[in-house]
């Protein structure tokens, strides 16, 4: 994100998709299902600073349709990619 706010997109994207495929490991790694819905989520935030916001917003709605009583999920699914990179920056 740090690259993104740069204003290095090409690097930032590079890391996102670096960030989209470790968490696909992690999701389809049998021993690791402890941590499946943390693992999911930050996949999801990953598509969306990717630049693929609807699939992004599509895991976060179907996880939030398997996990109705987690509450981080609704506010993710409210913020836009440029909300998630201005609280990562603190930009007003």
Not at 18 to 26: G, M, Q, V, W
């Amino acid at each position: 994100m740090i690259y993104d706010c740069q204003g290095d997109t090409i690097k930032a994207k590079d890391y996102y998709q670096k960030s989209i495929s470790l968490y696909d490991k992690r999701i389809s790694n049998e021993n690791n299902k402890e941590n499946l819905i943390s693992n999911k989520l930050n996949r999801a935030v990953s598509l969306i600073l990717f630049g693929n916001e609807n699939a992004g917003k599509d895991e976060l709605k179907k996880l939030k349709e398997l996990n109705p009583d987690k509450l981080n999920i609704d506010i993710l699914l409210k913020m836009s990619r440029k909300d998630y990179l201005k609280l990562v920056v603190n930009d007003k």
